[in-house]
């Protein structure tokens, strides 16, 4: 990993800052084909879209990101929890906040990586 990895916020060091479930919830948002198709590839097309138009805002993705991931949290829960777990209590907005950062920042890195390109 380069040293605009970590600036960017990838790798070991920015998981090792982030809360368990936040990495929990990004891992399966990143590796399920299912929830990647349905909620974070559209995401990441309007925030391509935006960034290239040059009017991309840094806030308005990370909440873009954390409505995306709802639904992803809802799939992990019906998939790996029992019956009594909640969205809410396992996954509360400050995780979905933390974990839409880390796919913000990913967004970030893979954009000014590639040169504007994808």
Not at 11 to 38: C, F, I, R, T, W
Not at 55 to 67: L, T, V
Not at 104 to 117: M, P, S, T
Request: one cysteine or more.
């Amino acid at each position: 990993m380069s040293r605009s990895d970590f600036q960017y916020g990838l790798g070991s060091e920015a998981e090792a800052k982030m809360s368990h479930e936040a990495v929990e919830l990004a891992l399966y948002a990143e590796n399920d084909y299912g929830a990647y198709k349905a909620w974070i590839l559209p995401m990441l097309r309007a925030c391509k879209k935006h960034y290239d138009r040059g009017n991309g805002d840094y806030e308005r993705m990370i909440a873009g990101f954390q409505r995306a991931l709802l639904p992803v949290a809802r799939q992990y829960v019906l998939e790996h929890c029992g019956m009594t777990d909640s969205v809410r209590s396992l996954f509360p907005p400050s995780v979905r906040k933390e974990a839409a950062t880390h796919l913000a920042d990913y967004f970030l890195a893979e954009y000014h990586a590639n040169g504007g390109g994808w």
